[in-house]
């Protein structure tokens, strides 16, 4: 790496992140069943109709997995809790050997030196509650909050933070409107109504565990990089609008009590009726926040209905996944989000990585080169005075990459997924050896 610890301010952080449906194992400790189960069996959702049945089976294997965290001389371990492990109905009973599970956990990376750093909740609904129409049923806010009470009231007392929900942007526009994930709706008033209810269920849980005494709590947002396809205002105000639903319309919605004037263009007539009274709940203050970034999108208009606009594929080059490497997207997302809607809030990088068709003992070079791009612009903008207090990888180890299966492979440590080994890549080495600590 071309980067140490000490070139960042004392108290910097560095952590890696995972996500509970994505490495677990959910077929296994008494999980109930949830969308992303079905979705997968539904034909033409996933890759080979891959699921999260035993992933990395982190269920079974978590110390070996915290000890590799530790071992990179990480600081923070970025995890989520499973809803249909603690609650498989989403509601009532809880499964006692999902609360001992996370218990274990949290106590786990504690005993490691690790920060728990909890998101309540990344993509796997209950089934139960994908029933009663899930993030389009305004009561999820309400069930959401018994979760968060449930789980927090066993391990909250442990955990170093907390943020709600992963990327309400994916929760909300990418499953409801493209359905690219589950429950791989296409319908612009559940998506409207989504993408309210979502932040709804975010303050609720923040009051929640404000209720509890906890602290350190955060929202998690997911940004991409909106530039015009071409010089065309056409294209332009089609980039707007891109900029308005992706990036602004979360952040407005907590840190503003407001949403995006080119958001509501097209999702005011689908919002549930008092949507604005809800501002009060969304708006509960927060310490601070995360930003998950990979990538910008080139955008032009088309002649169908609102957004009205078409991604365009762009020059730059790309990572497995086919996005575009692009560095001065994170620079510019931790400058605007200081700037416009979060002041002196620490601001953290809880997502940034790279899918590469690395094997082990293959040069893991484009990881090690995409992290030192980003993490160049993360030491940019701190010297520009912008709060940044972390910077978070995606992801620890190779995992099912949602709609993409088992392909690709976002790991500092490489995963087998048959004989379930683990293989540290270049880029853990590097990683670990940037961040020694000197004392
Ligand atoms: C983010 C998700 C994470 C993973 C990465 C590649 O949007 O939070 O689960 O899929 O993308």
Redesign the pocket.
């Given at each position: 790496m071309n980067f140490t610890r000490d070139d960042f301010p004392k108290g910097f952080l560095f952590g890696a992140?995972t996500?509970s449906y994505?490495i677990e194992g959910h077929a296994q400790g008494g999980a109930g069943p949830t969308h992303w189960d079905t979705f997968a069996a539904t034909p033409g959702n996933v890759v080979r109709a891959e699921n999260g049945a035993l992933a990395c089976d982190h269920y079974h294997r978590y110390e070996g997995d915290l000890d590799l965290v530790r071992d990179a001389n990480l600081d923070v371990y970025r995890f989520s809790t499973s809803w249909a492990r603690v609650l498989p109905e989403g509601r009532g009973g809880p499964n006692p050997e999902g609360l001992d599970f996370y218990d274990r956990l949290v106590d786990a990376m504690l005993e490691r030196g690790l920060k728990p750093a909890a998101t309540l909740y990344?993509?796997e609904l209950p089934s139960a509650l994908a029933d009663l129409g899930g993030w389009r049923n305004r009561d999820i806010a309400g069930w959401f909050g018994d979760f968060t009470e449930v789980i927090m009231r066993r391990i909250g007392d442990r955990i170093w933070s907390a943020a709600p929900i992963?990327?309400p942007w994916?929760v909300s526009w990418l499953s409801h409107f493209l359905g690219h994930h589950a429950p791989g709706l296409r319908d612009i008033r559940g998506t409207a109504r989504a993408m309210h209810h979502v932040l709804l269920a975010h303050g609720t849980a923040i009051q929640v565990m404000r209720g509890l005494g906890m602290g350190n709590l955060g929202a998690v947002c997911?940004f991409e990089y909106a530039q015009a396809a071409d010089d065309s205002a056409e294209s332009r105000a089609a980039a707007a609008r891109y900029d308005a639903y992706y990036n602004r319309f979360f952040l407005s919605g907590i840190f503003q009590g407001r949403y995006p004037a080119e958001a509501l263009e097209g999702l005011e007539p689908h919002l549930p009726s008092g949507w604005q009274d809800d501002f009060a709940t969304i708006t509960a203050p927060v310490d601070w926040c995360g930003l998950?970034y990979?990538t910008r999108k080139l955008i032009a208009a088309g002649d169908w209905p609102w957004p009205a606009l078409r991604e365009v594929e762009g020059p730059l080059p790309k990572t497995e996944?086919g996005w575009e490497v692009y560095p001065d997207g994170l620079a510019h997302f931790l400058t605007t989000t200081a700037r416009e809607f979060t002041g002196a809030l620490p601001l953290y990088v809880t997502?940034n990585?790279m899918?590469g068709a690395d094997r082990p003992g293959q040069p893991d070079q484009p990881r090690i080169d995409y992290i030192n791009a980003h993490v160049d612009k993360v030491r940019q903008v701190i010297a520009d005075g912008v709060p940044v207090r972390g910077y978070f990888l995606?992801?620890l180890m190779d995992n099912y990459?949602?709609a993409l299966g088992y392909e690709?492979r976002?790991g500092l440590v490489h995963v087998d997924f048959d004989s379930l080994q683990r293989t540290p890549k270049a880029s853990y080495d590097a990683l670990k050896l940037a961040l020694t600590r000197s004392c």
């Amino acid at each position: 790496m071309n980067f140490t610890r000490d070139d960042f301010p004392k108290g910097f952080l560095f952590g890696a992140a995972t996500s509970s449906y994505q490495i677990e194992g959910h077929a296994q400790g008494g999980a109930g069943p949830t969308h992303w189960d079905t979705f997968a069996a539904t034909p033409g959702n996933v890759v080979r109709a891959e699921n999260g049945a035993l992933a990395c089976d982190h269920y079974h294997r978590y110390e070996g997995d915290l000890d590799l965290v530790r071992d990179a001389n990480l600081d923070v371990y970025r995890f989520s809790t499973s809803w249909a492990r603690v609650l498989p109905e989403g509601r009532g009973g809880p499964n006692p050997e999902g609360l001992d599970f996370y218990d274990r956990l949290v106590d786990a990376m504690l005993e490691r030196g690790l920060k728990p750093a909890a998101t309540l909740y990344h993509w796997e609904l209950p089934s139960a509650l994908a029933d009663l129409g899930g993030w389009r049923n305004r009561d999820i806010a309400g069930w959401f909050g018994d979760f968060t009470e449930v789980i927090m009231r066993r391990i909250g007392d442990r955990i170093w933070s907390a943020a709600p929900i992963n990327e309400p942007w994916c929760v909300s526009w990418l499953s409801h409107f493209l359905g690219h994930h589950a429950p791989g709706l296409r319908d612009i008033r559940g998506t409207a109504r989504a993408m309210h209810h979502v932040l709804l269920a975010h303050g609720t849980a923040i009051q929640v565990m404000r209720g509890l005494g906890m602290g350190n709590l955060g929202a998690v947002c997911n940004f991409e990089y909106a530039q015009a396809a071409d010089d065309s205002a056409e294209s332009r105000a089609a980039a707007a609008r891109y900029d308005a639903y992706y990036n602004r319309f979360f952040l407005s919605g907590i840190f503003q009590g407001r949403y995006p004037a080119e958001a509501l263009e097209g999702l005011e007539p689908h919002l549930p009726s008092g949507w604005q009274d809800d501002f009060a709940t969304i708006t509960a203050p927060v310490d601070w926040c995360g930003l998950n970034y990979y990538t910008r999108k080139l955008i032009a208009a088309g002649d169908w209905p609102w957004p009205a606009l078409r991604e365009v594929e762009g020059p730059l080059p790309k990572t497995e996944m086919g996005w575009e490497v692009y560095p001065d997207g994170l620079a510019h997302f931790l400058t605007t989000t200081a700037r416009e809607f979060t002041g002196a809030l620490p601001l953290y990088v809880t997502e940034n990585g790279m899918a590469g068709a690395d094997r082990p003992g293959q040069p893991d070079q484009p990881r090690i080169d995409y992290i030192n791009a980003h993490v160049d612009k993360v030491r940019q903008v701190i010297a520009d005075g912008v709060p940044v207090r972390g910077y978070f990888l995606w992801s620890l180890m190779d995992n099912y990459e949602w709609a993409l299966g088992y392909e690709k492979r976002f790991g500092l440590v490489h995963v087998d997924f048959d004989s379930l080994q683990r293989t540290p890549k270049a880029s853990y080495d590097a990683l670990k050896l940037a961040l020694t600590r000197s004392c």
